[in-house]
């Protein structure tokens, strides 16, 4: 009774001595794993880092290289040369304007001469064309009743003709001039009479010019000359008529500076 109740015993003692080799091999399975997965993520991460580095290298090679000293100067030619035709191009539209402006000028001057003649004032209103002005010269009593700066009604309309074309080529025109002559009669006992006749004309035909034309103002002054300007002397009435006048100065835009 007694030895198989120690024979049991032992058994038991033996089945319990065993034991640890479960957890033993319990350990080294999860060690496995975890080693496993380490070196999975590890693999993982290399294979990122490579990627990288490729990208990296890829854009790098096919960066352009950094520019040597004669790269630079050979850029700065080349700046300056598109400068040089930007600013050629740029003279060459400032003269082809300033030139059509110098032909529409000169077809201005035939206009007038065109719608003078048609008028049949030929003889009383002249025409002088300078380089950058067209100079329009009202004779005597052509526009004015004697010793009056009031205008003649019906005689204004070759004024109105005048205007109009001028008006067409407002862009062009820098300035306009309006003067005031009057002539020596040999009696000069009220000089101030000549002064205010001269002006007064001035006044009334740029008045005109401004309410009737459109003309810009801005543009326009005017200067009375009394009879200290003569064209001709004063020693026969023919002559003092020539000196009894009224000018209108057209002056053309300046030519942009090339």
């Not at 009743?145 to 820098?174: C, H, R, W």
């Not at 543009?219 to 001709?232: D, E």
């Not at 209108?248 to 300046?254: L, N, P």
Request: proline share 2%.
């Amino acid at each position: 009774m007694t030895r198989r109740k120690g024979g049991k015993e032992g058994e038991k003692e033996k089945d319990s001595s065993e034991r640890w080799l479960l957890t033993y091999s319990d350990m080294m399975n999860n060690l496995l794993i975890l080693f496993m997965v380490l070196y999975a993520m590890s693999v993982i991460d290399m294979a990122k880092f490579e990627a990288l580095a490729n990208e990296l290298k890829n854009a790098l090679s096919t960066s352009e290289a950094p520019m040597t000293d004669k790269d630079l100067s050979q850029e700065y030619k080349e700046l300056a040369a598109s400068k040089d035709v930007a600013d050629t191009a740029s003279q060459m539209a400032a003269q082809e304007a300033a030139q059509q402006g110098t032909d529409q000028f000169d077809q201005v001057y035939e206009k007038l001469q065109e719608k003078i003649q048609e008028s049949g004032y030929q003889e009383q209103i002249t025409l002088e064309k300078g380089d950058n002005y067209i100079k329009i010269k009202f004779g005597d009593n052509v526009l004015f009743y004697p010793d009056s700066p009031a205008m003649k009604t019906d005689e204004v309309q070759v004024l109105k003709i005048i205007g109009d074309i001028l008006y067409s080529i407002n862009p062009l025109i820098q300035s306009i001039e309006i003067a005031g002559h009057t002539a020596t009669t040999g009696n000069q006992t009220d000089s101030s009479f000549s002064w205010e006749l001269s002006s007064g004309r001035a006044i009334a035909v740029l008045d005109y010019l401004v309410h009737n034309c459109s003309l810009p103002e801005a543009k326009m002054y005017i200067s009375g000359f009394s009879r200290y300007h003569p064209v001709a002397s004063n020693e026969s009435e023919e002559s003092r008529k020539l000196n009894r006048r009224v000018e209108i100065k057209i002056t053309r835009v300046e030519k942009a500076a090339s």
